[in-house]
């Protein structure tokens, strides 16, 4: 249901919304990281990450901030792509 709203003025509630929530979303731990590490026995060293059902990027940010390759998989964004930061710095796609 749309209630009649244009889609490009869905779209930019939806970014307002999803900014608004990284705000206050916390972050992984070092931790959760360091877990995957060992069970998976990869470092992200070299190796491209990808952040499946990217939201607020808690799992890019981190991996982009150490400069290792991560693309963002989300629903609607046409596959994989090059992460785009924390929503806070993105440039709205609509």
């Known amino acids: ?3 009649g709203i244009p889609a490009h ?3 930019l509630a939806y970014e307002w919304a999803a ?6 979303r ?3 731990p070092a931790a959760v990281f360091e877990t995957v590490e060992e069970f998976s026995g990869q470092r992200p060293a070299g190796a491209r990450v990808a952040d ?3 939201g607020t990027g808690v799992v890019g940010d981190p991996v982009s ?3 290792e390759p991560a693309y963002d998989c989300a629903d609607g964004r046409g596959g994989p792509a090059p992460h785009r930061g924390p929503p806070s710095q993105r440039r709205s796609s609509a």
């Open 26 to 28: 916390p972050r992984y």
């Open 9 to 11: 003025e869905r779209a």
């Open 1 to 3: 249901m749309t209630y």
């Open 52 to 54: 499946v059902g990217t």
């Open 65 to 67: 901030a150490q400069g």
């Open 19 to 24: 900014r608004a929530y990284a705000v206050h």
